[in-house]
């Protein structure tokens, strides 16, 4: 069983960053791939960012292109979310989420595991 739990979150204003951890935890934790969503307030969770976990791919959402940046630390099961520029309409929960075995990076629903969330607010 997977679990996981991201941190990071937080007030900040426009123009600023923030980083958010995901870290996991489980037996043998060894995904096909990891990601990131988030859910604005009264909208749909919405792909962010995705990582595969045994090589170098990484996918972006075009809105978050070049003003985030997916890492991962496979020692410490951990996914990172680095976000510059941020701006209000940035303000969501931002979710990880684990793909076990191989399948579309954007499709919230070809994900099997998720965290609880973390509120990140952007102030104008």
């Known amino acids: 069983q997977v679990q996981l739990e991201e941190s990071g979150g937080g007030l900040v204003q426009a123009g600023g960053s923030l980083r958010l951890s995901c870290a996991a935890s489980?037996?043998?934790?060894?995904?096909?791939?990891m990601g990131w969503f988030r859910q604005p307030p009264g909208n749909y969770r919405e792909f962010v960012a995705a990582?595969?976990?045994?090589?170098?791919?990484?996918y972006y959402a075009d809105s978050m292109k070049g003003r985030f940046t997916i890492s991962r630390d496979n020692a410490k099961n951990t996914v990172y979310l680095q976000m510059d520029s941020l701006k209000p309409d940035d303000t969501a929960v931002y979710y990880c989420?684990?793909?076990?075995?191989?399948?579309?990076?954007?499709?919230?629903?070809?994900?099997?595991?998720w965290g609880q969330g973390t509120q990140v607010t952007v102030s104008s």
């Open positions: 489980g037996r043998t934790f060894n995904p096909y791939r």
């Open positions: 989420a684990a793909q076990i075995l191989m399948g579309t990076a954007t499709l919230k629903d070809e994900y099997d595991a």
């Open positions: 990582i595969n976990w045994r090589s170098n791919n990484t």
